[in-house]
T-cell receptor
Framework: GQNIDQPTEMTATEGAIVQINCTYQTSGFNGLFWYQQHAGEAPTFLSYNVLDGLEEKGRFSSFLSRSKGYSYLLLKELQMKDSASYLC??????????FGTGTRLQVFP | DTGVSQNPRHKITKRGQNVTFRCDPI?????LYWYRQTLGQGPEFLTYFQNEAQLEKSRLLSDRFSAERPKGSFSTLEIQRTEQGDSAMYLCASSLVPDYEQYFGPGTRLTVT
């Protein structure tokens, strides 16, 4: 079966660091994606990991451990505009995306 | 590059009516995906095309749903005899093989009354 788990909600303070975890069990694996989605808007691509390790892109970093079926998204120097849902998704062996339910992050001043 | 566009953005229909949505992918993108998203959930895969060929359909896609991509450019998704459970955001995404990144459109929000 296909299962992707991530926390439903998280809160953090402006300027802080937050880590959003994602665990997955899927029948195929062609990479782990993180998308950001503001309310009422389309998901926008943040990161892609296909090999183990950390990928850094500005304030955002993403980590993958394929043996553990685990990824995290790290957001540094949080800003109010980072309040959004963060979607963890696995690309399966036909390249479609299998999404988790998303983590709603609220950033407070 | 104008991004992925979808029309209409909102559709309200009565149960039993047919609806059709359109997606225009980023030009030259050869893959086009349809997803459905309900409130508080992540998008769920419905179907995808490579050029004009429909390569996979989800088991979620009942016989009331049909999708086409006749010339390998825009795509349409039709829902026949709509039910209240069809109320959702329908998202389209496109990509260019071998790149994995999928670019999403703004979605069509369907409300079935």
């Amino acid at each position: 079966g296909q299962n992707i788990d991530q926390p439903t909600e998280m809160t953090a303070t402006e300027g802080a660091i937050v880590q959003i975890n994602c665990t997955y069990q899927t029948s195929g694996f062609n990479g782990l994606f993180w998308y950001q989605q503001h309310a009422g808007e389309a998901p926008t691509f943040l990161s892609y990991n296909v090999l183990d390790g950390l990928e850094e892109k500005g304030r955002f970093s993403s980590f993958l451990s394929r043996s553990k079926g685990y990824s995290y998204l790290l957001l540094k120097e949080l800003q109010m505009k980072d309040s959004a849902s963060y979607l963890c998704a696995v690309g399966d062996n036909t390249d479609k995306l299998i999404f988790g339910t998303g983590t709603r992050l609220q950033v407070f001043p | 590059d104008t991004g992925v566009s979808q029309n209409p953005r909102h559709k309200i229909t009565k149960r039993g009516q047919n609806v059709t949505f359109r997606c225009d992918p980023i030009s030259e993108h050869n893959r086009l995906y349809w997803y459905r998203q309900t409130l508080g959930q992540g998008p769920e895969f419905l179907t995808y095309f490579q050029n004009e060929a429909q390569l996979e359909k989800s088991r979620l896609l009942s016989d009331r749903f049909s999708a086409e991509r006749p010339k390998g450019s825009f795509s349409t998704l039709e829902i026949q005899r709509t039910e209240q459970g069809d109320s959702a955001m329908y998202l389209c995404a496109s990509s260019l093989v071998p790149d994995y990144e999928q670019y999403f459109g703004p979605g069509t929000r369907l409300t079935v009354t």
